[in-house]
């Protein structure tokens, strides 16, 4: 195979092939680093989901303490305080609408604490206010899941607004921005909702608890395109000698 073939170095090949190595192995280690990270989240997702729910209060001193509380199962009781709702936009199956974040006033401690209280379709939303027509008035003990607010990272962050738009919406998940736009008190966590018998919106338990896992075939794609690379720099660094004494690949 190597008969007939003198190796030839080309400096300006070589440079950019060494760029083009460098950067698809970079991304193929990220998507392993990927991997891992997304395997340790479905196995604590697993392992948590089904477990009884503890206080919420007992959850966020453990979260402060610098423990992992992700979807733990919470209970929290309490009223919901009108008028000071946050619509953040999102979908499910597909359909657009909004997720509606709903301060709930504890029996004990100060401030509110926000709850995802589930979907609400966009159709719905043209014809009923938010607030009053979904959420019921008196004492509610709140089931579902702990999360901490969404802070988007780089590149996701130089796109996504951190403001409300001018109708209303929201597109982050972060009840500090939304105790500071409604002029209460609140703390950078808050509760997904479970869905509620006999509610039909908004519809709780739409916490997302299946993750697509393809990192290991995305790391694989990149190291196999390295391997090209390095095999179309061998192909241009060992031309073959022609008969009248010049080479081509």
């Known amino acids: 195979m190597l008969e007939g073939r003198h190796f030839q170095f080309r400096p300006v090949l070589t440079v950019f092939t060494a760029l083009g190595l460098a950067i698809l192995i970079a991304l193929g280690s990220w998507q392993m680093h990927r991997l891992s990270w ?55 199956d597909g359909k657009a609408g909004v997720y509606l974040f709903a301060p709930l006033a504890p029996q004990s401690g100060s401030g509110v604490i926000y709850v995802n209280a589930g979907y609400v379709p966009q159709s719905t939303l043209r014809q009923e206010n938010l607030g009053a027509p979904y959420l019921a008035m008196g004492s509610q003990e709140i089931i579902g899941l702990f999360r901490t607010r969404e802070i988007a990272s780089p590149p996701a962050s130089w796109f996504r607004s951190v403001q409300k738009s001018v109708d209303g919406l929201w597109f982050m998940r972060d009840p500090l921005l939304f105790a500071a736009d409604a002029g209460v008190e609140t703390i950078p966590f808050y509760i997904d909702r479970f869905a509620v018998d006999g509610a039909l919106w908004p519809k709780g338990g739409t916490t997302r608890i299946d993750f697509r896992n393809k990192h290991f075939e995305y790391a694989l794609t990149w190291y196999g395109l390295a391997v090209a690379l390095l095999g179309v720099w061998l192909v241009f660094s060992l031309p073959k000698k022609s008969p009248d004494g010049r080479f081509f690949a």
């Open 38 to 92: 997304k395997q340790e989240l479905i196995a604590k997702v697993d392992a948590r989901i089904e477990v009884p729910p503890i206080a919420f209060e007992d959850a966020v001193t453990r979260a402060e303490a610098g423990e992992d509380m992700e979807y733990t199962p919470v209970k929290l009781t309490g009223e919901w305080v009108p008028e000071k709702e946050a619509p953040v936009f999102g979908s499910l």
